[in-house]
């Protein structure tokens, strides 16, 4: 049954599917890199209003 769910596979992909523990690291890689650009939108989007704040007089 194993063989056979193998063949079929690797039927599909031209290859055999990669190891449970690559697909646990690029998940894991993607949602770091995910959370990452995350916050440095937030870091820059709270970078410009303080500008904005402290070179704007009538901003506060």
Do not use: Q
């Given at each position: 049954?194993?063989?056979q769910s193998k063949e079929i596979t690797q039927?599909?992909?031209g290859r055999s599917?990669?190891?449970s523990h690559q697909t646990v690291k690029l998940l894991t890689a993607?949602?770091?890199g995910a959370t990452?650009?995350?916050l440095s939108?937030?870091?820059l989007t709270g970078t410009?209003?303080?500008l904005i704040m402290a070179t704007c007089p009538?901003?506060?």
């Open positions: 049954m194993a063989n039927n599909l992909y599917a990669p190891p993607a949602t770091v990452l650009l995350f939108g937030l870091t410009v209003i303080a009538g901003a506060v």
